[in-house]
């Protein structure tokens, strides 16, 4: 591969192109159909008339998220093999002018300002082909992950090696911290799942996945010994009425929350869903 080779998300790709949009549908009907109460929106439900020439009537949902990780193949073990996601194809080996600028050229900006050199940030030299990205993408039912990995360009594609560190504090009360919600399904058992997915974690040697408790824990055993009722959030007040959550940890130390919508809330998301098909729909 070039030094100039360009990088995944080259718009001008059409077989990418035509795989990523089919991705798109399957995320918007699995949305769908996984939100869904009632096809139409109550009489209740305020539908805002959108200007169809506005940024968000040009958009049909959200593609993916991505997520930066330390290790791919644990990161793909995790995201396939214990949440049972699917590949969609995996790509890498990026390199050259066009990468570095299209996704870093912000970051030598700041290293131009701070008087120092990019490295020192965290600004790998794709442009060079010092470092390389690497790129898996998983499908889930309703949502597209992308797991990238930066590595220096002697360490084999997929390997735990990357070329940066990993943050140190991973709250989630740090502005900019994204997290990726899973939707469990009305019918699981949610103590049970949040149990066996540490389990399952845990046997493949993934101790960093651990779950929050709704119990007050100062240490990992206290945590572990907590019983499996306090795995579950079960909320009860409007507008959040039938929330069940639990926030967790993945194993890159990603933040991670896990969630069943049920009764009135499950409703004001399926109404707010056909609103808004409606709104693109009329536009």
Request: glycine share 8%.
């Amino acid at each position: 591969m070039s030094r100039d080779q360009r990088p995944a998300t080259q718009p001008d790709d059409p077989e990418r192109r035509a795989i990523l949009r089919a991705a798109g549908g399957v995320a918007i009907g699995g949305i769908a159909a996984a939100l869904a109460v009632d096809a139409t929106a109550s009489a209740e439900t305020p539908v805002a008339t959108r200007d169809p020439g506005s940024l968000g009537a040009r958009l049909q949902g959200v593609q993916h998220f991505g997520l930066t990780v330390q290790n791919m193949e644990r990161a793909y073990e995790f995201y396939t093999a214990v949440l049972g996601g699917t590949e969609v194809f995996r790509h890498g080996d990026f390199q050259g002018e066009a990468v570095q600028n299209t996704l870093l050229a912000d970051q030598e900006i700041l290293a131009n300002q701070l008087g120092v050199n990019p490295r020192t940030i965290g600004v790998p030299d794709l442009r060079d082909g010092a470092q390389r990205l690497d790129v898996r993408f998983i499908q889930f039912d309703n949502v597209v992950i992308e797991l990238l990995q930066y590595r220096d360009a002697d360490q084999p594609m997929g390997g735990p090696k990357a070329f940066a560190e990993p943050l140190e504090h991973m709250s989630p009360a740090f502005p900019r911290m994204m997290h990726i919600c899973f939707y469990v399904r009305d019918d699981v058992d949610f103590n049970q799942f949040i149990a066996d997915l540490e389990a399952e974690s845990a046997k493949r040697g993934m101790t960093q996945v651990r779950a929050n408790r709704i119990i007050r824990v100062s240490t990992e055993e206290e945590r572990k010994a907590a019983p499996l009722r306090a795995n579950t959030n079960k909320v009860t007040v409007a507008p959040s009425d039938g929330w069940e959550l639990i926030y967790c940890k993945g194993p890159e130390g990603e933040q991670l929350e896990f969630v069943k919508a049920l009764g009135p809330v499950k409703k004001r998301f399926a109404d707010a869903l056909a609103a808004h098909l409606q709104l693109a729909s009329a536009n």
